[in-house]
């Protein structure tokens, strides 16, 4: 599921004076200056730290539950593992994928909309939580970011860079977690990911870059 918020793009664009600092000259690059445009790029996101395999590379443990993007050279079916399980899927040239690794088990291939606008950056929300929606909402913005993102689901929006801004995971009017001070940097992104379970829930961002 992607959403863009083109009017939460407009309505943060003022708030740069007031959040862009020292981050005025930092660019995140991840989206434009990529080794070959023609690769396919994925990552895996779990609910809970995991061994994997994608394709050729090998995560030992992802403690954080986030790998870098593994840059596919020759787009087409590839091997993804985590855990024990192992599957296959196809992905195409030019195109961002997660792999998807939600608390109950669930195992799903989520294509991710990227922008490739040098004044943006691009976050990527993940519910990996037991609850059925839950909506990004930017306190400074007063305004919801993406809504309704489904358990085990996943989102993107683009959003002006550079920028720094808390942002509040929230059951319609339940913050259930807040993530302060995140760091956008142009043509750049950062994944944010909710987990929890029966009222206890965390929310953690990560960079998103290629695998080493």
Known sequence: MTKNSSWLIALCTGLCGIY????????????????????SFVRVVAAVPTNAVIDT?????????????????KPGEIKLVTGV??????????????????????????????????????ISFFNLSDLPKVDLYVPAAKAVALPGVPMNGAANVALKAPLTLDFEVRDGDKVLATLPAVDLQRRGGVAIV???????????????????
Do not use: H
């Open 194 to 212: 909710l987990r929890g379970t029966a009222g206890n829930y965390t929310v953690a961002g990560s960079n998103s870059t290629l695998a080493n």
């Open 20 to 39: 862009a600092t020292a981050g005025l000259a930092q660019d995140g690059g991840l989206y434009e200056d990529v080794p070959d445009p023609s690769a």
């Open 85 to 122: 399980d192992d599957a296959t899927a196809k992905v195409e040239a030019g195109k961002y994928y997660s792999y998807v690794v939600g608390a109950d088990g669930t195992k799903t291939l989520v294509p991710e909309d990227i922008t490739s606008n040098p004044a943006q950056a691009v």
């Open 57 to 73: 590379k090998t995560f030992d443990q992802l403690d954080g539950g986030i790998s870098g993007y593994v840059v596919i050279a």
